[in-house]
């Protein structure tokens, strides 16, 4: 079955660079693109970014650009997603998530359980 | 960017009653090649991430109850929980996949029981 594992909570200084991984199993890593999905508490969803794991191509939501870089290794199917220069409207959790086409742009039909990222001084 | 709204903000429904949840986008989101609407439906419990309910405005996922399902077009989407059940208690997105990037979401929608 199709599991995204990712990385467990994070607490970060203002400033600080976070790195939060998602690990794929139980389908072929290379043909699903890999989305990011941020939540503050009791807020909705907000996308953060998708990554093309077969080429290692990213695509990011403006509010990020210049922060933000999403890695792949194909050698473990891990995904990473690291964000930099962080301030405290950064506190939230952030889940990974499968696009359901590896070619278009479609919707996300598997989830990781999400990772806490808290940023306070 | 597109903009997603739902309404209502909030939705106190009684057990087996209907559930009617609305999502309206600022921009078309049907596609002229296919005429497939790109819009998807999520459910966020408590703790949990979402999961995918219903996709292409009206197709229920596998092992989605079918006490739930999308209907709408264009801009103008509607999801609904024939009669509800306390497992239903989430909060409920909408979501459109045709004008990326960015993908956006509704504001979401908590639903109770009354």
């Known amino acids: 079955q199709v599991l995204l594992e990712q990385s467990g909570a994070e607490v970060k200084k203002p400033g600080a660079s976070v790195r939060v991984s998602c690990k794929a199993s139980g389908y072929t890593f290379t043909n699903y693109y890999l989305h990011w999905v941020r939540q503050a508490r009791g807020q909705g969803l907000e996308w953060v970014g998708r990554i093309n794991p077969k080429n290692g191509g990213t695509s990011f939501a403006q509010r990020f650009q210049g922060r933000l870089s999403m890695t792949r290794d194909t050698s473990t199917s891990t995904v990473y997603m690291e964000l930099r220069t962080l301030s405290s409207d950064d506190t939230a959790i952030f889940y990974c998530?499968?696009?359901?086409?590896?070619?278009?742009?479609?919707?996300?039909?598997?989830w990781g359980q999400g990772t806490q990222v808290t940023v306070s001084s | 960017d597109v903009v997603m709204t739902q309404s209502p903000e909030s939705l106190a429904v009684s057990l087996g009653e209907r559930a009617t949840i609305n999502c309206k986008s600022s921009?078309?989101?049907?596609?002229?090649?296919?005429?497939?609407?790109?819009l998807a439906w999520y459910q966020q419990k408590p703790g949990q991430p979402p999961k995918l309910l219903i996709s292409?405005?009206?197709t229920r996922e596998s092992g989605v109850p079918d006490r739930f399902s999308g209907s709408g077009s264009g801009t103008d989407f509607t999801l609904t929980i024939s009669s509800l059940q306390a497992e239903d208690v989430a909060v409920y997105y909408c979501?459109?996949?045709?004008?990326?990037?960015?993908?956006?979401f509704g504001q979401g929608t908590k639903l109770e029981i009354k």
């Open positions: 292409w405005a009206s």
């Open positions: 998530a499968r696009d359901s086409s590896g070619s278009n742009d479609y919707f996300f039909d598997y």
């Open positions: 921009q078309s989101v049907i596609h002229g090649a296919n005429n497939k609407n790109y």
């Open positions: 979501q459109q996949y045709y004008l990326t990037p960015p993908y956006t």
